[in-house]
């Protein structure tokens, strides 16, 4: 079974910086996207990064353009989640999701426990 472990949460002040970590275990050679999504109180469940194993092709959300960067450490199965300038609306938990791809599509979608993310004066 596929394995996602979070770490590097914590509180923040604004403005502060934060390197969030997703360790990855248990899957095969296969086409596989990260996406690391986050959940705050009364709002629904945000996609904020994303990149791909194939090429390290990255995306991200208006939100967070420009102060978070995903990156990877293939040779760790590693993905990390750099959050710079954060604001108290980063506040969340985090999530590092693995979604696996077949030819014909998406096979499924693992997630971790989360680690909670709070920004705060």
């Known amino acids: 079974q596929v394995q996602l472990v979070e770490s590097g949460g914590g509180l923040v002040q604004p403005g502060g910086s934060l390197r969030l970590s997703c360790a990855a275990s248990g899957f095969t050679l296969g086409y596989y996207t990260i996406i690391w999504f986050r959940q705050a109180p009364g709002k629904e469940r945000e996609g904020v990064a994303c990149?791909?194993?194939?090429?390290?092709?990255?995306d991200y959300a208006d939100s967070v353009k420009g102060r978070f960067t995903i990156s990877r450490d293939n040779a760790k199965n590693t993905v990390y989640l750099q959050m710079n300038r954060l604001k108290p609306e980063d506040t969340a938990v985090y999530y590092c999701?693995?979604?696996?791809?077949?030819?014909?599509?998406?096979?499924?979608?693992?997630w971790g426990q989360g680690t909670q993310v709070t920004v705060s004066s």
């Open positions: 990149i791909s194993n194939s090429r390290g092709s990255t």
């Open positions: 999701t693995m979604t696996l791809w077949s030819s014909s599509g998406a096979t499924g979608t693992h």
